[in-house]
Structures are given as structure tokens and as C-alpha cells.
């Protein structure tokens, strides 16, 4: 079944689905909402909206049925990466400041004969700072997200 919208589900304005047509259809215990459905907004002018689109392919006594689809998906994804980019922005920015007395020794790029690795015992131990750490739970998460969508659609080909 694909992923429907109910009543109560909140709207991308922040608003809420308020009033649905179809009381014995339902999902969860919940009646689905159907186009031409009534939707509250908190933006000016838009407090009364109604739900103009909907799946042709999936119907409710005759009515299309709004749905959570490929699109709101890719918004969903790309809405996370740019928090993700703004939180690793800031918190590199304060690890620079945090960084910024140190002295780092400056490696010549022309002099290729001296690049060789030092023996291991000679290295430090990695650092993870917090930019490293929230990049790493950022890249993690993505993958998770990525490997449920996948599946997900794997399902619904299978379904039918």
C-alpha cells in the first residue's frame, strides 16, 4: 500500500489535515485523507486550503489520493544534508578558532623523495573531533535512510 496521508498528518505549511471525506477508509485506525480534503495553514491568507492533488493511481471511491511520494522523499533527504552541511559548518568553524595557535609543520608538495610514511610506532592516534564525529553519524545515517528507501521500493516493485 502506498504511504497515505491522514487525518491529523501535519502539512509542509505546519499545519494539520483537519477534515476528511472518506470515514470508512482508514489506515492505522485513521481516515485517509483525499483530495479536495480540508487542511489548516498558518500562513497568512492560506487558513481555510484544501488538498488540490492526488495519486491517479490510487483511489478512494473514486477520488485521488494524496500520498508521500518519490518527490517528498528526495525533499526529506536533501533537507537533512543541508542541516547536516550547516552544523558541520559551524562546528568546524569552532574548531578552527579552537585550533588556531597551533603551529603545523608545512610539507614541501615539489620535494616528492621525503614522502613516506613514518613507521607506526611513530604515529599519533586518531582524533576524532566533533565536525570527524558528526560526519561520520551524518554518513551513517544517510546510508541507513538510503538502504530503508531501497528496500522500501524493492517491496512495492514486488507488490505490485
Known amino acids: 500500500m502506498p ?4 487525518l491529523g498528518d501535519p502539512t509542509d505549511h505546519g ?3 483537519v477534515q476528511t471525506s472518506a470515514p470508512n477508509f482508514k489506515v492505522n485506525g485513521v481516515t485517509v485523507a483525499r483530495k479536495g480534503d480540508r487542511c489548516s495553514c498558518p500562513r497568512d ?3 481555510d486550503c484544501v488538498i488540490i492533488e492526488g495519486d ?3 483511489k478512494v471511491d473514486g ?6 511520494g518519490m ?3 528526495v525533499a526529506v533527504l536533501a533537507g537533512g544534508s543541508l542541516i547536516a552541511a550547516v552544523v558541520s559548518l ?11 595557535g597551533i603551529a603545523r609543520r608545512r610539507i614541501s608538495v615539489l620535494d616528492r623523495t621525503r614522502w613516506t610514511m613514518p613507521p607506526l610506532e611513530q604515529l599519533t592516534a586518531a582524533r576524532l573531533t566533533p565536525l570527524k564525529r558528526t560526519w561520520m553519524l551524518v554518513l551513517r545515517g544517510y546510508l541507513v535512510i538510503a538502504a530503508g528507501l531501497v528496500l522500501v521500493r524493492i517491496a512495492g516493485l ?3
Do not use: S, T, Y
Request: hydrophobic content about 45%; charged content about 20%; glycine content about 12%.
Open 15 to 17: 499545519g494539520a489535515v
Open 63 to 68: 477520488v485521488p489520493v494524496p500520498g508521500i
Open 3 to 6: 504511504r497515505v496521508i491522514r
Open 90 to 100: 559551524a562546528l568546524w568553524r569552532i574548531e578552527r578558532r579552537a585550533n588556531h
Open 71 to 73: 518527490v517528498e522523499i
Open 56 to 58: 491517479e493511481h490510487f
Open 158 to 160: 514486488v507488490a505490485g
Open 45 to 47: 491568507g492560506h487558513h
